[in-house]
């Protein structure tokens, strides 16, 4: 006798959801399933990449300070999470810029997402003020475009124990998730998605519900082979080429100039006719202003061919990120290692980390007559 087709599941996020075929018959009408990734790569196709992570001890660095009569307000050592936090930290930059005065003009420097999204605000003060982005690579060559892209603040120092250092920034994400929110289906490569992990996440379950809710707790992750308990988490996923393709579009239509230049020391600054500089260099803002509290971290990154019927992010023992262009696969990290060099054995060991996970413990071989092993279904749930 036939059995009843499943009813559609209700998922909050758009996303086609199926069952692995190898799956036992018994146990798929369990729960509806994510796709399982393929893990096949070709780094012929899709070169492994490694990006550097501008991460600064203590705190990220946005404030105002004077250097030989220039205005400088900085904005960098976000660590890993420049994309997220790029929105927010740009909306204070342009209160900061607005209160001071700007009309001896702006002078950006970087041209990363932390500056290009200054930029994009910048050009919205009005009167009108003269605005040019200074740096040395401009998209897609930047470490931003380098970026996996989910919306979560990680590797970022914040003074957890400073009871005001924490408000500040819990304000700034709160401004960023809005922001980005605010871009979703406008052409910034913004989405709204679930993160699926086995495990808590810590820089998550810290910050106010009102910016990530709380994490819905799952007694199976809904994966064909990858039974284990788990969490989900309502994020975003920001994916880097179209969300810097597009700052960087929108800013030559405003007809803000771009300039490709190298700045070797707080010197040259001097030679900038703009009175007011925001400096968004990231991890160069250790040599050019002398902070030794910079620390680069590197984080080898493979990419696998694009699967459209992805809809979610996952992280664990390592991170899925689903995008247009392809998969990314990512999750390591080498404190204080600055080359941007990528390494293929560590690539590889990577994707088969994660790969093994997916795949699971295999299901023993039953007799003819023994039923299937009961398992929990996947989407009996309570928020926590």
């Known amino acids: 006798m036939k059995s009843a087709p499943l009813a559609a599941h209700p998922a909050t996020f758009p996303g086609r959801q199926s069952f692995h075929t190898d799956y036992p018959r018994r146990l798929q009408n369990v729960s509806l399933l994510e796709d399982t990734p393929d893990f096949a790569f070709d780094p012929a196709t899709f070169p492994y990449r490694a990006g550097v992570r501008p991460y600064r001890n203590v705190t990220f660095r946005l404030e105002p300070e004077t250097i030989a009569g220039k205005f400088v307000v900085h904005n960098y050592g976000h660590g890993g999470a420049g994309i997220t936090m790029s929105w927010g930290c740009a909306e204070v930059v342009r209160e900061i810029v607005t209160q001071h005065g700007a009309s001896g003009g702006v002078a950006v420097l970087g041209a990363g997402v932390m500056g290009l999204t200054v930029a994009t605000l910048l050009t919205e003060i009005r009167p009108k003020i003269s605005l040019t982005v200074y740096a040395e690579k401009f998209t897609p060559c930047t470490t931003s475009d380098i970026a996996g892209g989910q919306w979560a603040p990680s590797l970022v120092n914040f003074k957890a124990h400073d009871g005001a250092a924490r408000l500040t920034y819990f304000d700034i994400l709160r401004r960023a998730r809005k922001a980005h929110e605010g871009r979703i289906g406008a052409g910034f490569g913004v989405s709204r ?88 260099t990231g991890l160069g803002s250790r040599d050019l202003f002398n902070d030794d509290l910079m620390v680069p971290i590197k984080g080898q990154l493979v990419f696998l061919r694009p699967q459209t019927n992805l809809n979610y992010l996952f992280s664990g023992d390592g991170h899925v990120f689903p995008r247009t262009d392809a998969v990314v696969i990512g999750g390591s990290e080498e404190r204080g290692a600055s080359d941007s060099t990528p390494d293929a054995v560590m690539c590889k060991k990577m994707v088969m980390r994660i790969k093994q996970l997916f795949d699971g413990p295999r299901f023993p071989t039953l007799r003819k007559g023994l039923p299937y092993p009961t398992m929990r279904p996947a989407y009996q749930h309570t928020s926590i």
């Open 193 to 280: 998605r679930w993160n699926y992990t086995s495990r808590r996440i810590d820089h998550l379950d810290i910050l106010p519900t009102d910016i990530v809710p709380p994490a819905t707790k799952l007694n199976r992750l809904p994966f064909a082979k990858l039974a284990m308990a788990g969490f989900k988490y309502d994020l975003l996923l920001v994916e880097p080429p179209i969300l810097m393709s597009k700052l960087q579009s929108d800013l030559a239509a405003a007809s803000v100039r771009c300039v490709r230049k190298t700045f070797k020391a707080v010197g040259d600054l001097a030679d900038l006719k703009e009175s007011v500089i925001v400096n968004c």
